[in-house]
């Protein structure tokens, strides 16, 4: 199997990618802004050296769109790219926290009606529907990030394609 392809295994399975490259941190940013310049109308984004953030160009912009950030390093005398698809770091700082948020309550009211049930006190008789919500809560937490996946299908297509065409023609060749 060659490189190329298990990189772009690793771009389709994975929403992150690592290659190598021949090109140093420089050539490969200034080839990266000249694809981006040449497909101005579809894709906008911030480039330099190091790091690299791209979006797709819509109508419209939401919390959902999808961003493409490449990062340039040098390993063992070699640049490598590292790629990650997903959304702004905001958004995932968000979902996070509120599973974070929402587990943490559900483990303190299931607690709560735990130890009532164990001791046999009737002071929390509410702690047992708060867990369910809480339950509830992380599920409808999912189900909107799912709902922003499936929204955001088409442009991680194109992101795909666009990591695919801007990088993988720099990969080095073992």
Same mark, same amino acid.
């Given at each position: 199997?060659?490189?190329?392809?298990?990189?772009?295994?690793?771009?389709?399975?994975?929403?992150?990618?690592?290659?190598?490259?021949?090109?140093?941190?420089?050539?490969?940013?200034?080839?990266?802004?000249?694809?981006?310049?040449?497909?101005?109308?579809?894709?906008?984004?911030?480039?330099?050296?190091?790091?690299?953030?791209?979006?797709?160009?819509?109508?419209?912009?939401?919390?959902?769109? @999808?961003?493409?950030?490449?990062?340039?390093?040098?390993?063992?005398?070699?640049?490598?790219?590292?790629?990650?698809?997903?959304?702004?770091?905001?958004?995932?700082?968000?979902?996070?926290?509120?599973? /974070?948020?929402?587990?943490?309550?559900?483990?303190? /009211?299931?607690?709560?009606?735990?130890?009532?049930?164990?001791?046999?006190?009737?002071?929390?008789?509410?702690?047992? @529907?708060?867990?369910?919500?809480?339950? /509830?809560?992380?599920?409808?937490?999912?189900?909107?990030?799912?709902?922003?996946?499936?929204?955001?299908?088409?442009?991680?297509?194109?992101?795909?394609?666009?990591?695919?065409?801007?990088?993988?023609?720099?990969?080095?060749?073992?």
């Amino acid at each position: 199997m060659e490189t190329e392809e298990r990189t772009i295994d690793k771009i389709r399975n994975r929403p992150r990618f690592k290659m190598f490259t021949h090109l140093d941190k420089e050539s490969y940013a200034e080839n990266l802004k000249i694809y981006l310049a040449a497909h101005k109308d579809e894709f906008s984004g911030n480039i330099n050296k190091e790091i690299a953030t791209i979006c797709v160009e819509t109508g419209y912009d939401n919390f959902w769109k @999808p961003r493409l950030s490449l990062r340039t390093e040098v390993e063992d005398d070699q640049t490598v790219i590292r790629g990650v698809f997903g959304p702004s770091s905001a958004v995932w700082t968000f979902f996070m926290f509120l599973y /974070f948020l929402f587990s943490i309550l559900w483990m303190t /009211f299931f607690s709560m009606y735990y130890v009532e049930k164990q001791i046999n006190s009737h002071e929390y008789p509410w702690a047992l @529907p708060a867990s369910f919500v809480m339950i /509830f809560c992380i599920a409808a937490t999912y189900a909107a990030a799912r709902f922003g996946q499936v929204k955001a299908k088409d442009e991680m297509k194109k992101l795909r394609r666009f990591a695919e065409e801007s990088t993988l023609q720099f990969e080095k060749k073992d």
